[in-house]
């Protein structure tokens, strides 16, 4: 499969800006160029052309790009979870297929260092919209923030507790007693994991909590230095498996679900500012990034072949392992009604009063202001 020349041009741009470090946010290019006038025989005049016509043909052509120029597309800037991966590659296919252009949007996606910091930064205005973490949404609009879940990707709860079966019999958290979690600063875990904790009424040193940069994470399991690891389905969990199998290793997984953690994960989150000055916005930027979402869906291993072609540097096993995670966990109380994306308000209210029990909130949230399904109707 090939791919039209703006959208590789912003693969490119994504991996020169964001895999290096530097500071100017990627164009999400788009799938084709209006601007682009297919002429035939340009070198020569065809018979019975005037020199007249020719310039009305010029004349016409300069009001048709002018008028081109007057539509340009809204620049949306969309902080991702991470670097590109299954989780996230709902807005990559979105992007290839032409689909936020269509709604007359023109996206840059810009790379995400974990969840929490995403809420933050979407607060301060840095990003219109972002993949976040609906618990940092709890916490932001309990210090007067204004960020607020727009649509969901993880329906059900995507994330547990990754170990080695070869050095750990793991069935619930009594048996995590003594060992060493390491999880990346800036993301849910660090939040999450010393909530389950105290909610089974277990000692706080139960588990040893240490940061890691995320880039280390997996090599410290494989290393030992860290005895189990949040992983989530669409992201960790798959490259954890692929390096693991590398290293003769099998991942046992412990899932949040079974521990009674019946929240919703990730999803599309955008400022109430946003909401307010721009709906239609949010509704084209739902409506394009879910198209993405419903292709994974249909054809998954050509979702899997547009995120490889994009970004070569990236395992496409892994990717398709992502991706049909992602499926599944994209899938929940009410998606088959309302299609994907819709937020199930019992999920919500179940992540506020979990948050409350277990977090000191500057002041007290309501289920209703984390999130709407208003611009998913």
Known sequence: MTFPHSVTSFASRFRATHMSGAADHPRMMRRRDPAVTHVKDIGRQPKGTTMKAIQKLAL????????????????IEFNLPWLPQGSSAGMVVAAHEGYYEDEGLDVKPVRGFGGLRTINELDQGLF???YGNPSGIVVNRSKGGQTRLVGSINATNPAGICYFEERHDIASLEDMGGLTLGGAAGTPVMVTFPALIAKAGLPEDHVDIV???GSVVLQAMIDGDIDIYECWQGSGKQLLDSRAAEAGLTVGYLSYESMGLNTLGSGIATTDKVIEESPDVVRKVLRATYKGYQFMQDDPEAAADIVKEM???INRDVVLAQI?????VIKGPGTEEHGLGWIDAGRVANLVEFTKETTDLDEDVATDDVFSTEFLK
């Open 60 to 75: 016409a052509c300069l009001i048709s790009t002018a008028a081109v120029g007057t539509a340009a597309a809204e620049t």
């Open 128 to 130: 219109k919209f972002a």
């Open 211 to 213: 940061q890691l940069q």
């Open 311 to 313: 970004f070569p540097e």
């Open 324 to 328: 049909l995670a992602i499926n599944e």
